[in-house]
């Protein structure tokens, strides 16, 4: 089974965050790689983000393509990240990615923990 490529609706990264990320991919050495995308249970609000490369997506991934970034969703987290959009915002200490979920209901601190209903 492929994975499923799908609009932006599901997931999306600013331009700022996407050149953040290939900035740091090239780096790093992961370049031509795709960023996955995934939920996992833990953190101090029962979920947090999971970001890794990765050289092709999972079968169930939803594949996006996203300022000359490739996207893997995890394709059970989906449901999690409708509508989310990561950023990459300044700040005092040298700036970072920023989720904004709209499916959180309550995010801590850290900023990467959230719950849902």
């Known amino acids: 089974m492929e994975p499923t490529t799908q609009d932006t609706t599901a997931f999306n990264l600013t331009p700022r965050a996407a050149a953040h990320v290939l900035k740091t991919m090239d780096r790093d050495g992961t370049g031509g790689q795709g960023l996955r995308v995934a939920v996992v249970t833990g953190g101090c609000s029962g979920y947090e983000y999971a970001l890794s ?13 996203i300022d000359g970034l490739s996207v893997f969703v995890e394709g059970t987290s989906v449901d999690k990240l409708a509508g989310t959009v990561l950023d990459y915002v300044d700040g005092l200490y040298g700036g970072g990615l920023k989720f904004t979920n709209p499916q959180a ?4 601190g850290c900023g990467t923990s959230f719950s849902t209903e």
């Open 105 to 108: 209901v309550h995010t801590c």
């Open 53 to 65: 490369f990765c050289e092709q997506p999972e079968t169930s991934d939803i594949v996006l393509e």
